[in-house]
């Protein structure tokens, strides 16, 4: 384990950038601005859509920092490249850091509907149940399953816009959580399962947990369509075409280029993409409901 004996301001502002998890925060953030923008749209009060974003951005640095302080111990086991483990953030630094970004996020909710801060107290909660040892456990999945439909919800929410075919977000996060999850979980399989994590991938093992997230991509998919062809969600068919054929093509370019067989370093980009594709299939949905 490497460790920095005598910090420098750069080193110090390094390690709370990588403490914050940038890679998949900005996800996390790029899905949030969309859903608060078709939300907001066609006259968003902008004030009120940075407010909804700043407030989940500071939620999911929260998460990340928390998360980095919990696993502290494995890191420097078998991360030797995390901020804490190199020294450059100490724990207990992480831990203030990661409240303090508790306290943010809800003062830039208090402003909002009041709707806004019960949805992200409950993703928070989730998420931080998570890092507590969740994680470890085959009941990850249900925790990526629940807190997923909450992003979407909240965004509309934050803003005041509550629509009734927002009760369908629910079977269609759980099916697309389940699968960032298990995309998510790719990435260290084999450091977990060493050390004694069941996590719902560990259960499932390589081949079976990149083939569960393909399919429950396309189950979201199928479900879109379902709605649509019984009239329970009408939505523009004109963006709802193109949205699957985009995602059908992504799970098709995932199945080619990722997988068991591949490079575990390969792992990272196939989370990414999942992620991408679930943000793409999710919003156009959306946009083609509320077009």
């Known amino acids: 384990m490497e460790i920095v004996r005598k910090r420098r301001a750069g080193d110090i502002l390094l390690g709370f950038f ?10 996390h953030i790029i899905g949030v601005t969309v859903f608060t923008l078709l939300a907001a749209w066609p006259h968003p009060v902008w004030i009120v859509v940075l407010l909804v974003i700043a407030a989940h951005a500071a939620m999911q640095i929260s998460i990340a920092m928390i998360n980095d302080y ?4 494995l890191d420097a086991a078998v991360k030797p490249e995390k901020p804490l ?53 085959p009941l990850s999945g249900i925790v990526f399953a629940l807190a997923m439909p909450l992003i979407p919800l909240y965004a509309f929410v934050g803003v005041g816009r509550v629509l009734p075919f927002l009760f369908w977000l629910v079977p269609l996060g759980v099916l697309l959580g ?13 450091e977990d399962a060493a050390y004694g994590a069941k996590t719902l991938a560990v259960l499932l093992g390589v081949p079976s947990s990149f083939l569960a997230c393909h399919l429950l ?15 329970v969600v009408p939505a523009n068919t004109w963006i709802i075409v193109p949205t699957l054929i985009v995602t059908c093509l992504a ?23 999942a992620a991408f594709t679930c943000i793409v299939l999710a919003g156009g949905w959306l946009i083609g409901v509320i077009a």
Do not use: W
């Open 251 to 273: 799970v098709g370019g995932m199945v080619l280029f990722f997988g068991a067989r591949k490079p575990v370093s390969t792992r990272k980009f196939h989370f990414y993409l």
């Open 70 to 73: 919990c696993d502290r111990s």
């Open 85 to 137: 483990s190199r020294g450059l953030v100490y724990p207990r630094e992480a831990l203030i850091a990661g409240l303090f970004m508790i306290v943010v996020m809800v003062l830039l909710l208090l402003p909002l509907n009041p709707l806004a801060l019960l949805v992200s107290l409950a993703y928070l909660v989730l998420g931080q149940g998570y890092n507590l040892g969740l994680k470890s456990t």
């Open 217 to 231: 991509i396309l189950a979201g998919g199928a479900l879109i369509v379902l709605l649509l062809l019984l009239h």
């Open 178 to 190: 389940v699968a960032l999850n298990l995309a998510n979980s790719l990435t260290d399989l084999e």
């Open 18 to 27: 990588l403490l914050s998890h940038p890679g998949p925060v900005l996800i």
